[in-house]
């Protein structure tokens, strides 16, 4: 099975504030309109919030960070790094502390809502003790990425179509992540009847020095979403998968 793109995407670089921030503000946004890539912008004393691309590619730059958000299915990974490389690049912090990175998963699975309830509590969640029947089901877990020395949380379960914009707007959900842009964004969006829905989150810290922090941030990215769609991969192939067991609830 393919796991489809994340829906939405993005990664949090944090350093030590830098004071060229405030002095490189109007040379950042000017590079991004050289390049043709600038849709909109705020400035604001704390930040330089750019659109960039589609406008639902966004980078804030801060004088202790830059937060890159994809929020689209279709947005272009290599490209939005290429923006960020501009932005470190233009800031140089000295010295870089942590990043993070985050997806959200929404894949079409060919089974019907119940019957995804059933398959998933029948082999995911296996006998639970307790007397339930259980119409509904999501688990939030802790993390360690293997070979990454990074952790996190992630949150996984089933939902309907009706449910994916709350979930995408971290409306709904125990992750207790940042809440993402405009519910509305996503109100118009054609979101499958029945899907596997993953929001992960991964910490891990940033040792590289200026000229290589953009490189040493996109390889924690890409092995971070890579970790979460083999999650994702085996969660929809579990629930496809004919003949499961049934684990009844004693």
């Not at 004088?63 to 932005?87: H, T, W």
């Not at 870089?96 to 079409?108: D, G, L, M, N, T």
């Not at 971290?170 to 054609?190: I, P, V």
């Amino acid at each position: 099975m393919i796991v489809s793109a994340p829906w939405t995407q993005s990664l949090h670089l944090f350093w030590r504030p830098e004071l060229p921030f405030y002095a490189k503000q109007v040379d950042l946004l000017r590079q991004y309109e050289e390049q043709g890539v600038l849709r909109a912008f705020r400035v604001e004393e704390g930040f330089v919030d750019a659109q960039l691309f589609e406008s639902r590619d966004r980078l804030t730059v801060k004088k202790d960070g830059v937060d890159l958000q994809l929020l689209s299915p279709k947005a272009d990974p290599d490209r939005a790094l290429e923006a960020l490389d501009v932005a470190v690049k233009e800031v140089g912090p000295a010295f870089p502390r942590s990043v993070s990175a985050s997806f959200q998963h929404i894949i079409e699975i060919d089974v019907d809502f119940d019957e995804a309830v059933r398959r998933g509590y029948g082999r995911i969640l296996k006998a639970l003790p307790g007397r339930f029947n259980f119409s509904d089901w999501a688990v939030l877990t802790d993390v360690v990425v293997e070979g990454l020395e990074a952790s996190g949380t992630i949150e996984f379960g089933i939902i309907r179509s009706n449910e994916a914009p709350r979930r995408l707007a971290r409306l709904a959900g125990r992750a207790g992540q940042a809440r993402q842009q405009s519910l509305a964004r996503w109100q118009e969006e054609d979101f499958p009847d029945v899907a596997v829905f993953c929001d992960g989150t991964i910490n891990g810290s940033l040792d590289s020095k200026t000229e290589g922090l953009a490189a040493s941030a996109a390889e924690f990215w890409n092995a971070a979403r890579s970790a979460q769609e083999s999650l994702a991969d085996g969660l929809c192939a579990t629930l496809t998968t004919d003949d499961l067991g049934r684990v009844e609830a004693k």
